[in-house]
């Protein structure tokens, strides 16, 4: 049975588009301290077959689901296999549609999970910390420098 709901935002796509959804630790810089947090955020089918050749990763399980059970219309839902205290992120339906089209644009990487299990064999760290909130502040320093006759005609 095809489900036919179609999304305001993503008419290409239907409820039974397979997406991949990971829980993932991450951190979220206030007052100069770091605080963990755990984020609930869809994985594109790229970073997915990236995670399967065992790089280290901040997720600690996924699950392969549809669009129709992660939205009730403009609703996102968390899955309930993942852990219910963590938090959706927050541009969490762009994200998901986006996700949503790298798995039909790549259908091989939906064997990689199969749909409505979940997977946490990961190769889980967090010595790299993801934070949430960083802010990149440029200044003069950052500027290449370039040697003299680089403008020139010679």
């Known amino acids: ?82 852990d219910n205290s963590a938090q959706i992120v927050s541009d969490f339906g762009e994200r998901a549609f986006a996700a949503a089209r790298t798995y039909k644009r790549k259908e091989e990487a939906q064997s990689l999970i199969a749909l409505g299990k979940t997977y946490s064999e990961f190769e889980y760290s967090i010595e790299k910390k993801r934070v949430l909130n960083a802010q990149r502040v440029v200044n003069k320093d950052d500027n290449v420098k370039q040697h003299s006759h680089t403008h020139k005609v010679l």
């Open 1 to 82: 049975m095809v489900n036919t709901i179609s999304y305001p935002d993503a008419p290409d796509l239907a409820a039974d588009d397979y997406i991949v959804i990971g829980l993932a630790t991450c951190f979220i810089k206030e007052e100069g301290e770091v605080h963990q947090v755990d984020v609930i955020e869809p994985i594109p089918s790229a970073s997915l077959e990236s995670l399967f050749k065992g790089l280290p990763t901040s997720y600690k399980s996924a699950v392969a689901t549809t669009l129709g059970k992660v939205f009730d219309g403009e609703t996102a839902h968390k899955p309930p296999e993942l």
